[in-house]
């Protein structure tokens, strides 16, 4: 005679499945951030990376145009146009062809030195994404928010990560920032003039809410270093100056030095005045090529 089985089958009841599904998405809930702040931190590593091997590559420049940097490539605007000193050849979306004609980016005499050259002078296709243009971008920055510049500039928006400090250049054009007292700031136009170079902010990343061309106005807070990496900061923020409150002082951003290393630096070290300053007639010690 065959046994007959007794009891329930094995498996779990709708309460038990529901449990351990909350406490699977309990423990994503506490993974989760984790998770995205070690993800923005090789994204950070990759950033700086970016810079260091850009930090170099000016340093080759110099080395070959006996000691002159280049120019900041600022937006085109009157008196004020395309050069082929420019260190980064962004212009590829003008409304104006002959006052800016558009530009292949990989023929900007700074690539080069990071094995990256073009013999075709066909213009880069706006928001084009290439191998050879990682370089110039940060894998954490959105792009398309950039703003495009405002006014007369017909050269479209800045489609790349990373500026140069206008008083680190080898051009003394009109568009240098004005000290507290009205004078025009001097360039340091050739590197060897550079006081403590390892110590002077040379390219930094800059912020989504001021990029527009390849020049960084830090002595005027005109353009932000990014803090797209850290995760402590507080948005919405202002395009801000020499007047207002810097927003996020002490966040975090990428900046490569007149020497090519690379430091994550918060915003306060490279804004703030020198200590014992009144004014902004001298301004950061980091930002100052003469101090």
């Known amino acids: 005679m065959a046994k007959i089985r ?11 499945l529901l449990v351990v599904i909350g406490i699977i998405a309990l423990l994503i809930s506490i993974l989760l951030p984790s998770l995205n702040r070690a993800r923005e931190q090789a994204r ?13 590559a000016f340093v080759m420049y110099c080395n070959d145009n006996r000691g002159w940097l280049p120019r900041v490539a600022p937006y085109t605007q009157n008196g004020q146009p395309e050069k082929n000193e420019d260190w980064i050849w962004w212009q590829q979306a003008s409304s104006n062809t002959t006052q800016a ?31 050879q243009q990682q370089i110039l971008r940060c894998p954490s920055d959105q792009l398309i928010d950039h703003p495009k510049a405002t006014g007369t500039e017909p050269d479209g928006n800045y489609y790349y990560s990373y500026t140069l400090s206008n ?57 932000l270093l990014s803090i797209v990496h850290d995760h402590s900061a507080k948005y919405p923020e202002s395009q801000t100056n020499a ?38 007639s001298t301004y950061n010690r980091h930002i100052n090529p003469f101090y």
Request: net charge negative.
């Open 6 to 16: 007794t009891g329930r089958a094995s498996g779990f009841t709708l309460v038990e």
């Open 44 to 56: 950070q590593v990759q950033c700086a990376s970016n810079l260091h091997q850009l930090g170099i």
């Open 101 to 131: 004609p558009d530009r292949n980016i990989l023929q900007s005499p700074v690539l080069k030195y990071c094995g990256v050259n073009s013999q075709s002078t066909t213009p880069t296709t706006p928001l084009s994404y290439t191998l």
């Open 167 to 223: 008083l680190m250049q080898g051009f003394t054009d009109n568009f240098l920032p004005d000290d507290a007292n009205g004078n025009q700031m001097k360039p340091a136009q050739v590197i060897a003039r550079i006081k403590h170079s390892a110590d002077k902010v040379l390219l930094i990343e800059e912020g989504a809410t001021t990029i527009d061309d390849g020049a960084a106005d830090l002595p005027n807070c005109d353009n």
């Open 243 to 280: 007047n207002d409150q810097l927003p996020n002082p002490g966040c975090r951003g990428n900046v490569a030095f007149c020497d090519g290393h690379v430091e994550y630096v918060p915003r306060s070290y490279i804004y703030d005045l020198i200590p014992g300053q009144t004014d902004g």
